[in-house]
């Protein structure tokens, strides 16, 4: 536990397998989903994949920023954790190697994420780390079983109400997230 | 505004303690009932239609063991007009006589719902195939993706509310 090796998550690419918009042929509510302007660069294959769809892309698109960043209550690494479980429980390899690496860079700590990767989500941690693995992991199986232990063992780590839910949105916000990623695309 | 349907679903009164605890996050709660809206009753529908839409929020909410939130969505069917084919679909089974779109629509609903890992380009390439469009593959996507959400708050909401 005490090894500071220096493990490090890989940056992915996401490429999707169906055709994304093409902004040539984009409408107008795509268009406003993507935020092009004149002066914008390159979209993304992720945003302009996304934005066949373009009621759902702006409003999911607010709501993850808002769960994830959010001002005040859960902390943003334990937020990042939560994304982290999630993706690992829906076998979505781009949003883990992404959130892993936010969570390594808010906390220093790789060592949690090293052992998650090599070893799974059993392994020994500090008593906080591991209340929210398990209940991340609970709550992202399907149907949702997280259970009253879980939330004892978050309550003993002084979680609040507003820190599970907060805690929770994230792990959700990635139920959804993961369900886009991982099926609509691929990484490497 | 919208009213927070998701209070309801919980079945959190306006004055409980979890009720005040939501209410300080009003991004997360106004958040999900313009997510609802997007994916139930888009403004511009690719394809899936509202029908459709409802039975299959009721199916999934039932595949997560959610009957007060599969009853929600089968409401919205009935406002609807329930369709015998799309009250099969929401009760979890197979219309008689299905076509192989509609097919392929319940099998990528159920499947990513229960084994999202074990989904490949195989699986939403054959969505393609079947007869869905490109924008409809991603609706039915983000339709998934949000119940599969929702259902999960919900199951939070309802273990604070035993455990306060």
């Given at each position: ?188 | ?21 939501r209410a300080t996050r009003p991004e997360f709660v106004h958040g999900a009932e313009a ?130």
């Open positions: 536990m005490t090894e500071t090796r220096n493990f490090k998550v890989k940056a992915l690419t996401w490429h999707p397998y169906l055709p994304p918009v093409e902004l040539t042929d984009a409408t107008p509510e795509q268009l406003a989903a993507m935020q092009v302007t004149p002066s914008s660069g390159k979209v993304s294959p992720y945003v302009r994949t996304l934005a066949h769809d373009p009621d759902s892309y702006v409003t999911r698109t607010r709501l993850f920023n808002d769960i994830m960043y959010v001002k005040g209550g859960l902390d943003r690494a334990e937020r990042e954790l939560g994304a982290l479980i999630a993706s690992c429980i829906n076998g979505c390899t781009y949003c883990a190697s992404v959130h892993a690496r936010r969570y390594i860079e808010l906390t220093g700590n790789a060592n949690t994420v090293e052992r998650i990767y090599r070893f799974g989500l059993h392994e020994p941690e500090s008593s906080r780390v591991r209340a929210i693995i398990d209940f991340c992991e609970a709550l992202s199986i399907t149907p949702p079983s997280a259970n009253q232990n879980q939330m004892a063992a978050l309550r003993q780590e002084g979680l609040s109400d507003a820190d599970i839910l907060d805690l929770a949105h994230s792990a959700a916000i990635f139920g959804w997230a993961n369900r886009l990623m991982h099926t609509l695309g691929h990484s490497h | 505004m919208n009213p927070d349907s998701i209070n309801q679903l919980a079945g959190l009164p306006d004055d409980s303690a979890l009720a005040a605890v997510c609802r809206a997007a994916v139930l009753e888009p403004a511009v529908d690719v394809g899936l239609g509202r029908p459709l839409r409802a039975a299959l929020a009721a199916r999934m909410a039932r595949l997560n063991a959610n009957e007060t939130l599969a009853a929600f969505y089968r409401d919205k069917l009935a406002a609807l007009g329930n369709d015998p084919a799309m009250l099969r679909v929401a009760d979890g089974l197979y219309p008689d006589a299905v076509d192989d779109r509609l097919r392929a629509i319940l099998r990528h609903t159920d499947f990513i719902t229960i084994a999202p890992r074990a989904c490949t380009r195989a699986d939403t390439e054959r969505l393609v195939a079947q007869g869905l469009s490109v924008p409809e593959v991603i609706a039915l996507a983000e339709l998934i993706g949000f119940l599969n959400f929702e259902v999960r708050i919900l199951a939070t909401l309802n273990l604070l509310k035993v455990t306060a």
